[in-house]
């Protein structure tokens, strides 16, 4: 957090400095696309971000800037002529969202609004223009790209263009599937969290600021520094029994008390609505597990173990299925996806990837056993217990089409992607308007961009050798 706010510190310091420069400097035009211009403080805002966000000073990054500020003004006025637009409640639901994630990393509200040297209201206001020109922008290429289909012939074509020595190796993977036990308190261990709720709740009520309660009391750690504030969201940002309790309140509301089996005790006030945004603030109360559910946690894997392993009753897919308490796998026969390959949904996962707890229990199993339950304790500090099975195991080797399939169509239909989108990109250069200021028409990554500036013919008329 500390490293975090030098940082940004840093950040204000530089844009106190961009500010302090002559106006002439700060704001002449970098670029040109069609009616629309990129200013110089446009660039400079940008590029102080990225420092404020951990990235090395290098003045060259700003080509890059300009090369995407130059891309998202071309698929802008492309998604007005082809009408493709995004709601107010999208924008604001991406800029609560950032907001939400620099007033987490800036230790809460008050402090990022000294770093900005504005208020938070300032400054979304500033930033609500180019997000939502960037979020248009996604659409626009999403348009462009979505008749893309990558054919198993594609995917050889591809295959089969790769010269032999530049095939990719990939790493020992293996096809991993999990059971979990989350431990389960009863309803008299829960009493005490519920009655805590309570009492918060009849402060509000009492007169006593909500937004203060929650910056004390709430352990939501990514709301509370800003007093339980949640900002706009959608129905799907939620779990059921929030979403259920948020969007059945007038604005001004207090809920009562209710239970997330998820997360723990709530009570939350909508601010305002918006359609099917609502915009609300909540604190949270999480039970603390007891040794006890942890015991009986571990009883219950113990049985379930029991029946996959010397009883042989139920098979593992199934048992995720029913028993499982991760949602992510238990839907999936319990597998694990590869988080590096969200889109083909693949199981294979390096063994480089794997969660260490994981990768230690799978090294010693032969595939098709399946583990002992083992205590287990997740990047959410959740502790319960887990059974894994060992679906299949492939040692390192270059890539091949019997074994690769699924990586080498992601490949293939990422560089089809590519494609489609550099031609479209040509095609719209050249029937646009581009002007890049000389400062960057060294750019490599810039290249191609500028319109070409028409040849200037003398037609002053010879002087005539004729005398009168």
Known sequence: MRKFGIAIFSFILFITAVQAQPKHTLDKIAGVVGSSIILQSDIELKYA??????????????????????????????????????????VDADVDRRMRTMIQRAGGQDRLEQYLGRTVLQYKDEVRPDIKEGLIAQKMQQKITTN??????????????IPVDSLPTFNKEVEVGEIVFYPKLTLAEKEAYKAKAEELRKRVIGGEDFGKLARLYSQDPGSAPNGGDLGFADRTAYVKEFTAMAFKLKAGDISPVFESTETGFHFLQ????????????????????????LTRAKTMADSIYTLLGKNKTIDFSSAAAYYSDNKDTKFNGGMLLNAESVETRSTFIPTDKLDPQVALVTDTMKVGSISKPFLFTGPDGKQGYKILYLKSTSNAH?????????????????EKVGRTVSEWFEKKRKETFIRIDPEYQGCPVLKGWSTPTPAIVDVTPAESTTKP
Do not use: W
């Open 398 to 414: 270059k890539a091949n089409l019997a074994q690769d399939y699924p990586k080498i169509k992601e490949f293939a239909n990422n």
């Open 270 to 293: 909508v601010i305002e609505r918006r359609g099917e945004q609502v915009h609300v603030r909540h604190i949270l109360i999480i039970p603390v597990v007891t040794q006890e559910s």
């Open 49 to 90: 971000t990225n420092i404020a966000q951990g990235m090395q000073p290098n003045p060259a990054f700003k080509c890059l800037i300009l090369q995407q500020l130059l891309t998202q003004k071309l698929l802008a006025q492309q998604a007005i002529i082809d009408s493709v637009e995004v709601k107010d409640d999208e």
């Open 148 to 161: 893309v289909n990558t054919t198993p012939q594609d995917v050889e074509k591809f295959y089969k263009k």
